[in-house]
């Protein structure tokens, strides 16, 4: 059983130091447990918090402990109730090959799933994010203007092309010509401004001539500066994540912009609301998101990119790469 644990806890950005790979023997199931092997490992921006000691709304892993992550995993024998061999699961396995889990926190996919991993992305996690973040705290009308950064990646694409769906005017914002081709030609946002551009600030103010009403929160930093400004009155912003500042170990260079944000929100009205995906909102929101998103990809009104790497030995770097931007789509590593 290879596993992926955490060596040492980063100081800045993670490298090859911080993860390590180690194998053992493949764990054995109990009585009412079953034995899951990984098929596919989802990665994602949360995992660099868990690497860090300081406080969060979640535990960190320990030093030694297996890297935290939820899989798709097919079930190999099982004396679960309710599960059996041969049943694909989304399960909290982390990184590594076997695990062995009593059947809670598992959600069954049956024998025969239909592309297995987009549960771990479009169907999972990251479009639920967008899709509860979006409607509930951005609540986006039609004809309003919604910027979103990330653009190309689980979250921001999500949110962009279910705000085209709302009637919005929706324009993203990603690093590098090839992902805002990709955002305005195959997602169809009206626009996409890269926030590598020296002139982003005035490349975003060009695109939303009648200002900002909604913007998502993904990253933070420049982008944020950039979009202050444009704000409208009671304007919304729910804040997602902050990608752009998650390795950072003081303050960000430069001039504090704690009175910009401040005075924005309190000038403009605007709503600012932080949320955590699975203890914000309730169960049955999430039943309404899974019927309306397998709805939105059968009709063709949501397309999604994923990113696939192989094999659990790249599962370090391909996180690294993710969290600078050298990932393009929801990044899904191959284990078996
Ligand atoms: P992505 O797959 O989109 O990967 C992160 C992306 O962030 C990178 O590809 C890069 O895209 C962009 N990025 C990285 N650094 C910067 C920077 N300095 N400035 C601007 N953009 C940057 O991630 P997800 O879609 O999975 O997640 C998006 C956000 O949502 C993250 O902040 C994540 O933590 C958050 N999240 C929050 C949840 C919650 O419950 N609150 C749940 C799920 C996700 P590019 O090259 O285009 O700049």
């Given at each position: 059983n290879r596993q992926i644990v955490l060596a040492k806890r980063p100081e800045g950005a993670p490298d090859g130091e911080t993860l390590r790979l180690q194998t053992g023997d493949i764990p054995k199931p109990g009585g009412g447990e079953m034995l899951l092997r990984t098929v596919y490992l989802s990665l994602d921006p949360y995992m660099r918090g868990r690497m860090s000691a300081a406080k969060s709304y979640a535990t960190p892993v320990e030093i030694g402990g297996v890297m935290t992550g939820q899989v798709v995993a097919e079930v190999m024998q099982s004396d679960c109730d309710g599960f059996k061999a041969g049943d694909f699961m989304l399960a909290p396995?982390?990184?590594?090959d076997y695990a062995v889990s009593d059947g809670t926190q598992v959600l069954n996919l049956g024998n025969e799933p239909q592309n297995p991993s987009w549960s771990l992305g479009i169907l999972g996690m990251p479009g639920y994010t967008a899709y509860a973040g979006l409607l509930q705290i951005g609540e986006p009308k039609p004809g309003e203007t919604v910027v979103v950064a990330a653009a190309s990646g689980p979250v921001g694409a999500t949110v962009g092309q279910i705000a085209k769906i709302k009637g919005c005017r929706v324009v993203g914002i990603a690093g590098g010509p090839e992902k805002c081709a990709h955002v305005v030609?195959?997602?169809?946002?009206d626009a996409c401004i890269d926030h590598r551009a020296e002139d982003f600030a005035d490349q975003l103010a060009a695109v939303c001539p009648e200002g900002i009403d909604v913007y998502f929160e993904n990253v933070g930093g420049k982008v944020l500066y950039g979009v202050l400004p444009l704000l409208n009155p009671f304007a919304r912003m729910p804040?997602?994540?902050?990608v752009a500042w998650y390795n950072l170990t003081g303050l960000p260079d430069g001039p504090d912009h704690g009175p910009q944000i401040l005075s924005t929100i309190l000038r403009m009205k605007v709503k600012v609301q932080g949320f955590i995906i699975f203890d914000s909102f309730p169960i049955s929101l999430y039943q309404e998101f899974a019927r309306e998103m397998t709805g939105w990809l059968e009709d063709g009104k949501i397309q999604y990119k994923e990113q696939m790497v192989d094999g659990?030995?790249?599962a370090p770097d391909a996180l690294y790469d993710l969290l600078e931007g050298r990932n393009f789509g929801k990044m899904v590593v191959k284990v078996g």
């Open positions: 396995s982390g990184w590594q030609e195959t997602l169809g946002f804040v997602c994540g902050m659990l030995e790249a």
